[in-house]
């Protein structure tokens, strides 16, 4: 069965401090790793697109990675207003653009 | 570029009462997604049209799950009748195709609350 994993379910991080979120995927045939961010009522708002092994893709503090088990997703001196849902996607073999979406890690950045 | 608009934001409903959910996608997008998100997991597909034809809805509870499109255009999720499991956001999502290269959208999300 398609899965996709991530951790930590909840960071908690000073602002400045660098981590990484980790997002695990078991997605037969994967054709693509997705990043969303999601805000507190909002709808899932998309990151990056990463397609094959070693590609990375970056913007502003966010810089994706992907390997053929898994996706980090690194931030680099976060801010505050980074504080968000950042949930991870796999797109696997269907051909149909099917999204299997990952529980979420929740980052809180305190100034 | 206006994005995917979707309506009521919020509702509640007594169980076994039955409910209907609005979405507009994104100008010209031929792909529509609904999602379902329980609290705390990440979005769960329920159905996807292209134009007006359903491309995947293994994972819709048909028994009392219903969507259409029927211009291709608008799209209408219903619920009937409601359970207190069917509690989560609705997100609508919309892609100009199906392809893996197009980018999904998504909508700012209906809040049901079933009592």
């Known amino acids: 069965e398609d899965q996709v994993t991530q951790s930590p379910e909840a960071l908690r991080l000073q602002e400045g401090e660098s981590s990484s979120l980790n997002c695990s995927y078991t997605?037969?045939?994967?054709?693509?790793l997705f990043w969303y961010r999601q805000d507190p009522g909002k709808g899932p708002e998309f990151l990056f697109t990463l397609y094959s092994a070693g590609e990375e893709k970056e913007k502003e503090r966010l810089k994706a990675t992907l390997t053929k088990k898994e996706s980090f997703l690194h931030i680099t001196a976060p801010k505050p207003e980074d504080s968000a849902t950042y949930l991870c996607?796999?797109?696997?073999?269907?051909?149909?653009?099917?999204?299997?979406f990952g529980q979420g890690t929740t980052l809180q950045v305190k100034p | 570029e206006a994005g995917v608009a979707q309506s009521p934001r919020y509702k509640i409903i007594e169980k076994r009462q039955s409910v209907a959910f609005w979405c507009n996608p994104i100008?010209?997008?031929?792909?529509l997604y609904w999602y379902q998100q329980i609290l705390g997991q990440g979005p769960k597909l329920l159905i996807q049209f292209q134009n007006n034809g359903v491309v995947d809805d293994s994972q819709l509870p048909k028994d009392r799950f219903s969507a259409e499109r029927l211009k291709g255009v608008d799209s209408t999720l219903k619920i009937q009748p409601a359970k207190l499991e069917d509690s989560a956001v609705y997100l609508c999502?919309?892609?100009?195709?199906?392809?893996?290269?197009?980018?999904?959208?998504f909508g700012p999300g209906t809040r049901l609350l079933v009592l």
């Open positions: 999502a919309s892609s100009i195709s199906p392809g893996l290269q197009e980018t999904q959208y």
């Open positions: 996607a796999g797109d696997g073999s269907s051909n149909t653009g099917k999204l299997i």
């Open positions: 100008s010209g997008h031929a792909t």
């Open positions: 997605v037969s045939g994967l054709r693509g």
